[in-house]
């Protein structure tokens, strides 16, 4: 199986890029996040005339993830269990679908950003973080065989190396150490975050800024990851990040990560 995961930035905008990457790639799972829509809006028409099934939840123009799949997708759940709420009017936002593709319990996920370090937000995603953490751990102690993989847009750069600089980001969100430790309690999870071992350190960056021609630069960040469980860790043959993805008009700001997967 080949597992992509891709902060597309708006499905409806980026469609044809979409596809042609499924296409071009041969990606058999792709979990979209952004994708800015409601399930209504969706463009599932296009994905299925490509011969994918789709699962999509969006309830506005913020926010919404998907997961698109040729290898089957059952057992689709919006959200997962005790999934924290924000906003004035509280609510479970549109930042977690999971569905069984090909036996892979594959979740895409849309980690709240945090915004500043002293904005609610901020401690919203430290739950968040938490809360997930705490299922992981649980679906992998009840079945210690269940291929899992908790992929999407982590809105985390757990080491320094995974920032153009440092200086840049200094008490901003990302980069702070409650952060990186609720990013990294997934390991004690069980979890292994695949894409260290095989990508390699010239093309580490998963997203860069639109703004001051950061992508020509290389001033990118790396908070794109998929944690996979043990069984299915021991299954992962390669890792590639697609920064050529990022080049060319109507570009997402962010590029997809693929893992590839044994049967």
């Not at 969706?42 to 123009?61: D, I, K, R």
């Not at 004690?188 to 350190?201: D, L, Q």
Request: hydrophobic share 40%; with cysteine.
């Amino acid at each position: 199986m080949r597992l992509a995961t891709w902060n597309i930035n708006s499905i409806r905008a980026r469609v044809d890029r979409a596809v042609a990457f499924l296409e071009r790639s041969g990606t058999d799972v792709l979990a979209l996040q952004e994708t800015k829509c409601k399930d209504t809006q969706f463009p599932f028409a296009a994905f299925e005339a490509a011969g994918y099934e789709v699962a999509h939840f969006g309830l506005s123009q913020w926010n919404g993830v998907a997961i698109i799949s040729r290898v089957g997708l059952e057992d689709v759940s919006l959200g997962f269990p005790d999934q924290p709420q924000f906003g004035e009017e509280p609510v479970v936002e549109a930042r977690a679908i999971g569905a069984t593709c090909g036996g892979v319990r594959v979740w895409s996920l849309y980690v709240p950003h945090g915004r500043a370090l002293d904005n609610p937000h901020y401690a919203y995603k430290l739950d968040w973080l938490s809360t997930l953490r705490s299922h992981a751990a649980g679906w992998v102690e009840a079945d210690p065989a269940a291929k899992i993989a908790l992929v999407g847009d982590w809105n985390v750069a757990p080491r320094d190396t995974d920032v153009w600089d440092m200086a840049v980001f200094e008490g901003q969100t990302h980069v702070s150490q409650p952060e990186r430790d609720a990013f990294g309690a997934f390991e004690t999870a069980g979890f292994t975050e695949v894409s260290r071992e095989f990508v390699p350190e010239d093309r580490k960056y998963t997203y860069w800024d639109y703004q001051q021609l950061r992508f020509p630069k290389n001033q990118g960040l790396r908070i794109d990851f998929a944690y996979t469980s043990p069984a299915l860790t021991s299954a992962v043959t390669a890792v590639e990040i697609d920064r050529d993805e990022r080049k060319g008009k109507g570009a997402s700001d962010h590029v997809p990560v693929i893992v590839d997967i044994a049967d």
